[in-house]
């Protein structure tokens, strides 16, 4: 079977590898340009560009396909079976969809229709999910609309963040595309139409979704931090200055008289955060404006905060 790859970042990477691996012809990778990264804008590569050129593989970054005359006279003397589309950040056109037999064969992490859009594994932690999973399905002209080909699920632990979670089910989906195209060549595959009442949508993060609303329960602020890793966190102000939480905890403040949210208490170089409904946060990690991250021990002993001061 001959493949087309499109995809970019490092949840990609397993895919192709095994792909190849596999045994299955991979004569072209499409992913997209190199970017300035880092505060030196440093320009560089998409992981799948750096696995595909280690293999050998043909890559092409094109800014745009939809109407890229390259891209497609490429893609047409070289007939894929399929193309398999994990993560590529752009939108498939038509007549991309329409050329190979088996489809536009996408790898999506979530249990469709559960979590469509740009940021599924997310929204599915910050939400407080027990479990998320991967889905492979065949790529029409809607937004992850697609015929649903194989799930599988994937539970996730309390103490799971997003950077955690994305490596597994990276490796989990890879195997789970193996299996897809192992099933469609046989013919054992029925596609199943999604069911729309049960579509969920987790749409592209933005710097905001990290900002701490300390009128929510301490669960799901800690759970949006989870969920937010390693951008946009989670962060705050106080005192007129930015201040990031790298890591938190909820918690009980025993004996504590209930305070306003966003309110801290400060007991014996430790930092807790007045929640929604009576509960608490505990701030273990943070970044002041400007400074590096640190300890709230830490923290305390070079700033002058103390009960009573607020948040937000």
């Not at 696995?51 to 109407?67: C, F, S, T, Y």
């Not at 088996?102 to 479990?131: C, D, T």
């Not at 997003?162 to 989906?173: I, N, Q, R, S």
């Not at 014996?268 to 608490?280: D, H, N, S, Y």
Request: glycine fraction near 8%; hydrophobic fraction near 45%; proline fraction near 8%.
């Amino acid at each position: 079977m001959r493949l087309a790859f499109c995809g970019t970042p490092a949840f990609a990477v397993p895919t192709l590898k095994l792909a190849l691996r596999a045994g299955y012809d991979v004569p072209l990778v499409v992913t997209q340009p190199d970017r300035p990264v880092g505060r030196e804008q440093t320009m560089t590569a998409p992981p799948v560009k750096t696995a595909a050129m280690e293999a050998g593989i043909r890559v092409l970054q094109p800014e745009k396909i939809k109407n890229n005359a390259e891209l497609r006279a490429d893609l047409e003397a070289i007939r894929p079976d399929a193309i398999l589309v994990v993560a590529y950040g752009r939108i498939i056109p038509k007549w991309m969809l329409d050329l190979p037999r088996l489809g536009n064969l996408n790898l999506h992490a979530s249990l469709l229709p559960k979590y469509r859009g740009a940021a599924p594994v997310q929204w599915a932690i910050a939400n407080g999910e027990a479990a998320t999973g991967a889905t492979t399905m065949r790529l029409d002209e809607g937004f992850d609309t697609g015929d649903i080909l194989l799930q599988r699920e994937m539970a996730i632990a309390p103490s799971m963040t997003a950077t955690d979670v994305f490596p597994l089910l990276a490796e989990m989906g890879a195997d789970l595309m193996m299996e897809t195209l192992r099933q469609l060549d046989a013919g054992t595959i029925v596609p199943q139409i999604q069911d729309e009442t049960k579509a969920t949508l987790a749409p592209i993060l933005t710097r905001e979704d990290g900002t701490m609303d300390f009128s929510k329960p301490a669960m799901t602020l800690y759970n949006r931090w989870r969920g937010f890793q390693p951008w946009p966190g989670a962060w705050t102000m106080l005192a007129g200055k930015k201040l990031a939480v790298h890591r938190m905890l909820p918690t009980e403040v025993r004996g504590a008289r209930t305070r306003p949210p966003g309110e801290l208490l400060v007991d014996q170089g430790t930092m807790f955060a007045a929640c929604g409904e009576g509960t608490w946060l505990e701030l273990v990690e943070v970044q002041p404006e400007g400074k590096r991250r640190m300890k709230a021990g830490e923290f305390l002993r070079g700033h002058a905060v103390e009960s009573g001061a607020r948040l937000g």
